[in-house]
Each structure stands twice: as structure tokens, then as C-alpha cells.
């Protein structure tokens, strides 16, 4: 998958250093952050699609085991499935497109046909702002207001050139499709938690509590039936913290405000290493939450 948020990163130093990252050290470790959020968005989506059918998976075996159900039953709630899965691969998309702005941004800056590299990133941003507005009117985003009547970005006149150009046209175009990921990572972080609250709830009566309680007859009178008593502390672990862990992505979700933040700086010439450092800090929050949440749901 396109490396968004380190292109992002590249695209920042062609400001030589003015906002605030001023070595290849620097450099480096921002860059290896950025890579390391893509990565764990590009897995969140994958958990989150997982943790939907198996929350989903959940319902319908509880609806059957009290009301027999029809194949139309079946039918609707798969339905629903399948849309939730194309709206995730609709995220997915969106941050390939996003990766791919500033791929093509860091060309211009170098670029001694810029003319080229200007008619992709037009095609790029028109295929960004068609699937932005995709998700933007879905049912995804319930906070419609936090992408209406966002204030404009004025360029920084140390950015100069073709790059200064391409930003005074786009500046508020990609503002909203960072605004948009943001909202859409927010909304995927609530919808996650509802389902692994979902899981957890059938999965601890399912695996942890039946079990316990269950009894069997020995020698006419009645006994506790055995147990694998570590699978059954492991297992019993594994179920009662997906809520907890699946509440920290709230927190973790701020990496994408923090961006948002990096870029709207870094266009008005005003990136510092106050703002860098925050925006690592979230991202090693959002990241370690991800893998947390990768071996419980290969446990489910």
C-alpha cells in the first residue's frame, strides 16, 4: 500500500527545513512514523471488516437460537454486511489516493517537467474528491457538521514555484479530505468498539460462562463438568479486554487530527517541533492499539 503519511513527511521538507524538522535524524524517525500509521490504518480497516461479520455472525446465531429464521433473515443482515465492507474498501481507497497527492507533490518539487506531474495530480485529486464525496454522503459520517464551513488555508510565501502553486489551488481541497479521513477514522473506531462489545458479550456467555457453569452426572449426583482449566483462563482473559482495548482507538484516533494539524502548518509556514512531536506521539498510541487488537481477533 502507497506510504501516505511518509510521502506526507517528504512533501514537508521541501520547505528545507523551515518548519521545525531540521536533521536526517529527525527526518528519518517522522518518516518511519509515518509508514507505521499507514500500515496500521491500512490493518485497522482489515480488523474492523473482520470484527463486523464475526459481530454480525454473533446476532444471527443468537436470533436463531430464540426465533427460527429464514433465509431472508439471513439475506438482510448480509446485505448489510457487504455494504459496511465496500465502505471500508471506500476508506481504504480514499487513503491510497490521499498517499499517492503527496507522492506526486514531492515530484513537483523536483521536478523539471512539472507540467506532467501537474496533469496526474489533477486526475489524482478528482479521484480523491469523487470517492471524499462518496463517503462524506454516506451514512458512515454522522458528524456532518465537521465538514461543512471549513475555513480556507492561505499558502506560506516561503513555498514557492510549481509547489506553491499546486497548494494556492488544492490547499482547501485536501484540507477536507484530511478533515473527511479524520471523521471517517472516528466513526470506524465507534462502530469497531459496538461491534467487539457485540462479540465480547456472545463469546463470554458462549465460551466463558456456559462452560463454568455447566454441570454432568456422576454416579447419580451432580457434578461440575471439567474443563480445560487454562484454555479456559486464556480464553476467559482474551474476551473480557476487547472492550477495553477497542476504547483506546478514541484516543489513538487523534493521529489523524494530528496530521490534519502537520499539513494546514506546514502550507500556512508555521510546522514546529512542538506539533511534530505530538503527531508521533499519537501515532505510536494508534499503532500499538492496532496490534493489540490483530491477536484478539485471531482468537475469536
Given amino acids: 500500500m502507497p506510504k501516505s503519511y511518509r510521502l506526507l513527511i517528504v512533501a514537508l521538507l521541501v520547505t528545507a527545513f523551515a518548519g521545525g524538522c531540521r536533521s536526517t535524524e529527525e527526518y528519518q524517525k517522522l518518516s518511519e512514523a509515518g509508514t507505521a500509521y499507514t500500515n496500521a490504518l491500512d490493518s485497522l480497516l482489515t480488523v474492523a471488516g473482520n470484527k463486523r461479520l464475526d459481530a454480525s455472525s454473533e446476532l444471527l446465531l443468537k436470533s436463531r437460537a430464540f426465533v427460527p429464521q429464514t433465509i431472508e433473515d439471513y439475506k438482510k443482515r448480509t446485505t448489510a454486511d457487504i455494504e459496511r465492507l465496500i465502505v471500508l474498501e471506500d476508506i481504504r481507497r480514499h487513503n491510497q489516493l490521499l498517499a499517492r497527492y503527496f507522492d506526486l507533490i514531492n515530484q513537483l518539487a523536483s521536478s523539471n517537467a512539472p507540467e506532467t506531474v501537474q496533469k496526474e495530480i489533477g486526475s489524482t485529486v478528482d479521484s ?52 473527511t479521513q479524520k471523521e471517517l477514522l472516528l466513526a ?13 458479550e456472545q463469546q463470554e456467555s458462549r465460551f466463558v460462562i456456559k462452560p463454568f457453569v455447566s454441570t454432568t452426572t456422576v454416579n447419580n449426583a451432580r ?24 476504547a483506546e482507538l478514541e484516543s489513538a ?11 494546514k502548518d506546514f502550507v500556512e509556514g508555521k510546522l514546529n517541533q512542538g506539533r511534530l512531536n505530538s503527531l508521533l506521539s499519537d501515532i505510536e498510541s494508534f499503532v500499538s492499539v492496532v496490534e493489540k487488537l490483530k491477536p484478539s481477533q485471531l482468537k475469536n
Avoid: C, H, Y
Avoid at 128 to 154: C, E, P, Y
Avoid at 188 to 200: A, F, G, M, P
Avoid at 253 to 263: D, R
Fill in 128 to 179: 480523491l474528491n469523487k470517492v471524499g464525496n462518496k463517503l462524506r454522503g454516506s451514512d458512515f459520517i454522522t458528524n456532518k457538521a465537521a465538514i461543512q464551513g471549513i475555513a480556507g488555508l492561505v499558502v506560506s510565501g516561503q513555498i514557492r514555484g510549481a509547489l506553491g502553486e499546486e497548494l494556492s489551488k488544492r490547499k482547501d481541497t485536501i484540507n477536507l479530505e484530511f478533515i
Fill in 188 to 200: 470506524l473506531s465507534e462502530s469497531l468498539q459496538q461491534d467487539i462489545k457485540v462479540i465480547k
Fill in 223 to 246: 457434578a461440575s463438568s471439567p474443563i480445560d482449566d487454562d484454555g479456559w483462563i486464556t480464553q476467559r482473559r482474551t474476551i473480557l479486554t476487547m472492550e477495553a482495548t477497542a
Fill in 253 to 263: 484516533s487523534s493521529a489523524m487530527s494530528e496530521f490534519n494539524e502537520v499539513f
